[in-house]
């Protein structure tokens, strides 16, 4: 069983970067396919970026292309998520998500969840 642990949110302003840190116990973590989730206020779960267990494949949201990275450290049991070039629409609660499984999309695919650290861009 996978538990998640999530640092790195906070305040920045438009145009800035943050840098989403999700550190897994479990020895299977390795094995694992990880995403990253987000929730704006009102709005429902979305599904931000997701990376195979080797790192070799990863998937993100068209609103995120080219401004995020997702990447992921096996030996660390670590995923991140680099942002840059963030607007106020980024401003969410940001879930890690393990799936011991395929990459997916679908966040009802993944049973392990962080807690949430908020990031706030402001204008």
């Known amino acids: 069983q996978a538990q998640l642990v999530e640092s790195g949110g906070g305040l920045v302003q438009a145009g800035g970067s943050l840098r989403l840190s999700c550190a897994a116990s479990?020895?299977?973590?390795?094995?694992?396919?990880m995403a990253w989730f987000r929730q704006a206020p009102g709005k429902v779960r979305e599904f931000v970026a997701v990376?195979?267990?080797?790192?070799?494949?990863?998937d993100y949201a068209d609103s995120v292309k080219g401004r995020f990275t997702i990447s992921r450290d096996n030996a660390k049991s670590t995923v991140y998520l680099q942002m840059n070039s963030l607007t106020p629409e980024d401003t969410a609660d940001y879930y890690c998500?393990?799936?011991?499984?395929?990459?997916?999309?679908?966040?009802?695919?993944?049973?392990?969840w962080g807690q949430g650290p908020q990031v706030t861009v402001s204008s």
């Open positions: 990376i195979s267990w080797r790192g070799l494949s990863t």
């Open positions: 479990g020895r299977m973590f390795s094995s694992y396919a």
């Open positions: 998500a393990a799936h011991n499984g395929y990459v997916s999309t679908t966040d009802s695919d993944y049973a392990y």
